[in-house]
């Protein structure tokens, strides 16, 4: 009798619990967003005080650049095979067909395009930053640089926030030019759809204001994935073990905070 | 000269709880202790990369942790620090590694020829052959030769305060041996303040002016060698004896 009676009164409890994550979590976010807006700060210094060398942006820029373009290529055309595939499902009966070439281009420029490629670089680029900076940690090789007289923030973390606002636009303008080619590709093969007719319904309905909007939202996202990383790189503590860790936390962190700015686009620019 | 004055830390516990204690300048300091006593992170705190929670650290008379930015800046620049794991960076070469002991800005301004002439002659002091380590990268090394680059990245800047963690652990004796007889020279040939931390006691004692013993917070010795080799404290006694440790072991702080 008492211990269903315990058993009911932690049901609630039970069911809270998970929720009780979120003051946590908005704790968490308060004490990031500070130390994120002084590595910012402290990384715009470093630019205006020359601190940074060219040389390690430009190889950054090619490891996030170029050698993410065979994965962009595939995100990209499977996205806009998938649109295109889905769009005319949709469409064929109900409306003009030209309508699909609408869909293509808008889903890819606005949405798909940056958002997807982003949550590529989340993996390929951001988890790798961190895993690199987070071993630089605990192999003390951080604390040998500072012990040398050199700033980490400066000579690690500024060029890779640097290429990724290089490179994250480019590889957007890449994956929505790969992922439209496909969707034309598809809508022909699927819904027997023509170039021509595809791209009049696309032509319809396009304002040069959508390419600014996709291309705003790559420049934040190639800001804030590189940044992220860094300053989870830097703070990892305890070992291979905390590498791990914060490689993980720093995936999911990368991830919310792409979803989330990602919804605050459209009340802000799309009005 | 380097004074700790009333060093306090703790991280998830307290770690060092009142340190003081002075090295003369020109002196070698040997840190004796348990492992995970605090050894590394009082050395940190020389340098700033650990900061205390209380108290201060000065060096030559300057405080480091109230003089600002700069003030760290100067005693990094005074010092060399050796890491216990080499700490050597994994992505350039040894060349590389050791060039980047060289300040900053002094690498800017040096003709290419001479930061190869100076890595080459520190290489050459740390008797490993220029000629076969320079392009190595360090996972290329052997563990004896990551602490030489380690040891030549630290002196190659030239600094007047050398900080020694662990210089020799995970060394067979041959290369221990070595890496003493190194460590004794370039103390005294540099003319430099040394603080030596480090699990080979008879090393210590033999090589060291003062010796001191880390041990739940506080120091628990600080003399010269030859009254540490004849203090009746059983956890000191533990170090200057391997029968002794046996006996001591229930004595020292659970903090392994
Ligand atoms: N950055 C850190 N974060 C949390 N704990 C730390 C950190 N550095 C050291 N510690 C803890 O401080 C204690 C002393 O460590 P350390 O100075 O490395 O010992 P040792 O005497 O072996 O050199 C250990 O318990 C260690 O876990
Ligand atoms: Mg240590």
């Known amino acids: 009798m008492e211990r269903k009676l315990v058993v009911a009164f932690s049901l609630p409890l039970q069911v809270i619990r998970p929720f009780a994550g979120f003051g946590r979590a908005a704790q968490v976010t308060v004490e990031h967003s500070g130390a994120l807006g002084l590595l910012a700060w402290q990384t715009l210094v470093a630019i205006v005080r020359g601190r940074v060398r060219y040389r390690d942006v430009l190889q950054q820029t090619y490891i996030m650049g170029i050698q993410s373009l065979p994965i962009v290529f595939v995100t990209a055309s499977l996205a806009g095979i998938v649109t295109s595939q889905q769009g005319g499902y949709q469409i064929v009966s109900t409306s003009p067909r030209y309508l699909l070439g609408t869909l293509v281009v808008q889903s890819i420029v606005l949405e798909l395009g940056p958002l997807l490629t982003a949550i590529v670089l989340v993996g390929r680029i951001g988890a790798r930053i961190t895993a690199e900076l987070g071993t630089m940690v605990v192999s003390e090789q951080i604390d040998a640089f500072k012990s040398l007289g050199r700033d980490p923030v400066s000579v690690l973390g500024a060029p890779r926030i640097i290429a990724g606002l290089i490179t994250m636009p480019l590889l957007v303008g890449f994956a929505d030019v790969v992922g439209i080619a496909a969707g034309i590709i598809a809508a022909n093969l699927d819904a027997g759809l023509g170039t021509e007719t595809f791209l009049y319904g696309a032509r319809l309905f396009w304002h040069n204001w959508d390419l600014f909007y996709g291309f705003s939202k790559a420049v934040v996202f190639g800001f804030i994935i590189p940044l992220i990383s860094v300053h989870m790189g830097l703070r990892t503590a305890g070992g291979a073990e905390g590498v791990g860790l914060t490689t993980t936390n720093a995936v999911m962190f990368m991830i919310l905070t792409l979803l989330i700015l990602d919804a605050m686009f459209p009340p802000l620019l799309l009005q | ?256």
């Open chain 2, 1 to 256: 000269m380097i004074t700790y004055r009333n060093v306090h830390k703790a991280f998830d516990k307290p770690v060092l709880s009142g340190v003081s204690f002075t090295v003369e300048s020109g002196e070698m300091f040997a840190l004796f202790g348990p492992s995970g006593t605090g050894k590394s992170v009082l050395l940190k705190t020389t340098i700033g990369l650990v900061v205390p929670d209380r108290g201060d650290v000065e060096v030559d008379g300057m405080s480091v942790y109230h003089g600002g930015r700069s003030a760290v800046d100067d005693v990094r620049r005074k010092s060399g620090y050796v890491f216990q794991h080499a700490a050597l960076f994994d992505s350039l070469n040894v060349y590389e590694n050791v060039a980047m002991g060289i300040p900053e800005d002094e690498l800017a301004s040096l003709p290419k020829r001479d930061t190869a002439h100076r890595v080459w002659d520190v290489l050459e002091n740390v008797n490993l052959d220029p000629h076969e380590v320079m392009a190595k990268i360090p996972s290329e090394l052997s563990g004896g030769m990551k602490k030489r680059v380690g040891i030549a990245r630290a002196i190659v800047g030239r600094p007047k305060i050398l900080l020694w963690d662990e210089p020799t652990t995970g060394l067979d004796p041959i290369n221990t041996a070595a890496i003493e007889r190194l460590i004794h020279r370039l103390s005294t040939e540099l003319e430099v303040t040394s603080i030596l931390v480090t699990h080979d006691v008879e090393g210590g004692l033999q090589m060291c002016h003062r010796v001191a013993m880390l041990e739940g917070g506080t120091l628990r010795f600080i003399g010269t060698p030859a009254e540490f080799r004849s203090c009746p404290d059983p956890v000191v006694r533990a170090f200057v004896d391997r029968a002794a440790a046996e006996a001591a072991l229930d004595m020292v702080t659970e903090s392994r």
